[in-house]
């Protein structure tokens, strides 16, 4: 069936290098993405989102690439810090129809670990 | 600003009580609702969501119900709990028509 899911279940990464976070989705029909942050026994945290009309979006340190020809999703975190040490999520969601309402479809997650 | 909050934080009940977490959002009108569960390392499975009062929709068959008494309200209920109902679940709101959703701090639910 479709779905979205990670490349990487852990990420180790040492502090003060970029990070990368990879994301494959399967429904080409996908029009919005977004990535969300999970510190341990908290809440996700939205941290950027990209709509399918747009190959790139910035925020601060962070950078999402979408390429729709591979159907692919990355998240990238500059000069990574400890306390991005979390899980990160990708999800996509499909234009709204009576079927589709906007619900968000979540990947398993890719574990981020910063090294000193 | 919006804000959202779910109690309680963590939460210890035997096989077969009944279960009732609450969930609020100050600073929005009528905003979507979502109820989402998350098992230990897992991804996030939505099992309820709302889009007004009274209005509740389903997505998984299961020992669990939703209600929503007040437009920033969001109740999740069970009669009685099973083991599979542990796990950490999360309330999550989205502004009407909008599909980003901003999530509560979450409940640890377990079932002894």
């Known amino acids: 069936g479709e779905s979205v899911g990670l490349h990487l279940p852990t990420l180790s990464v040492q502090e003060g290098d970029n990070s990368i976070i990879n994301c494959a989705y399967s429904n080409s029909a996908s029009d919005y993405f977004i990535w969300y942050k999970q510190e341990s026994g908290k809440g996700p945290q939205f941290i950027i989102d990209?709509?399918?009309?747009?190959d790139k979006r910035q925020g601060q340190r962070v950078t999402v690439l979408l390429n729709k020809t591979v159907k692919h999703l990355s998240l990238q975190i500059a000069a990574t810090q400890p306390g991005d040490s979390a899980v990160y999520f990708c999800?996509?969601?499909?234009?709204?129809?009576?079927?589709?309402?906007?619900?968000?479809?979540f990947g398993a997650g890719t574990q981020v670990v910063v090294t000193p | 600003s919006q804000t959202i909050h779910q109690w309680p934080a963590t939460l210890v009940q035997p096989v077969g009580s009944p279960l009732s977490l609450e969930c609020t959002v100050e600073?929005?009108?009528?905003?979507?609702l979502y109820w989402y569960r998350q098992a230990a390392g897992r991804g996030l499975q939505l099992l309820f969501y709302?889009?007004?009062?009274?209005?509740i929709s389903s997505e998984v068959p299961q020992n669990l119900s939703a209600s929503r008494p007040q437009d920033r309200q969001f109740i999740l209920s069970s009669k009685k709990l099973l083991l599979s109902d542990s796990g950490f679940y999360l309330c999550?709101?989205?502004?009407?028509?909008?599909?980003?959703?901003?999530f509560g701090p979450g409940t640890r639910l377990t079932v002894t």
């Open positions: 999550a709101w989205s502004v009407f028509g909008i599909v980003r959703q901003y």
């Open positions: 990209i709509r399918s009309n747009m």
């Open positions: 999800a996509e969601t499909r234009p709204m129809t009576t079927d589709s309402w906007g619900k968000l479809q």
């Open positions: 600073g929005t009108s009528n905003p979507n």
């Open positions: 709302s889009v007004g009062i009274g209005q």
